[in-house]
């Protein structure tokens, strides 16, 4: 990615998305906002979906990203209704970006860890003091989900912007 670009970093979840617009120019970044889509625990999953599906479909047409870094889901997960859920949350992430217009390219977390860190399976918190240095804030973004979510984008940013080879 030369020039400016504004990135859209994704931390999915059913009770709690994070999200984190990042604002690109080189390797310089500003934060433009972070936040959290939630949604309710006693809804029925069709309207947990639409809570996150609105929510998100709000941020992009607000802010215009120019793209967007969505974490992967995890390959090992202990219940395999999370994985199933976490599929549909992401679903309808993917699918507010498509309708907006927004090239989505997913990450693992580890990916993420190592871009950040150096290390693929970094602790959580080295991750959040990576993204909170790497944006010149004095404190980690809260909640977490913010800051995963800005550790995405920034990820997403000095990925894309490698040249590709031929494997």
Not at 7 to 16: A, E, V
Not at 18 to 47: A, C, H, M, P, W
Not at 105 to 119: F, H, L, S
């Amino acid at each position: 990615m030369d020039g400016k670009t504004r990135i859209l970093g994704i931390d999915p979840g059913l009770n709690i998305t994070g999200y984190s617009v990042l604002d690109t120019d080189g390797n310089q970044f500003q934060i433009v906002e972070g936040g959290i889509v939630r949604s309710k625990r006693k809804d029925s999953l069709g309207d947990r979906l639409k809570e996150i599906h609105e929510g998100l479909t709000e941020v992009i047409q607000r802010l215009k990203p120019d793209c967007a870094g969505l974490e992967e889901l995890y390959s090992h997960y202990a219940n395999p209704t999370t994985a199933i859920i976490m599929g549909h949350a992401r679903g309808v992430i993917c699918l507010a970006c498509a309708e907006n217009g927004v090239s989505v390219m997913p990450y693992a977390a580890t990916q993420v860890k190592k871009v950040m860190t150096g290390n693929g399976r970094a602790p959580k918190s080295q991750v959040q003091l990576a993204v909170a240095t790497q944006l010149n804030l004095d404190s980690i973004p809260e909640p977490a989900d913010v800051a995963d979510a800005a550790a995405i984008a920034i990820c997403h940013h000095f990925l894309s912007s490698r040249p590709t080879s031929i494997l």
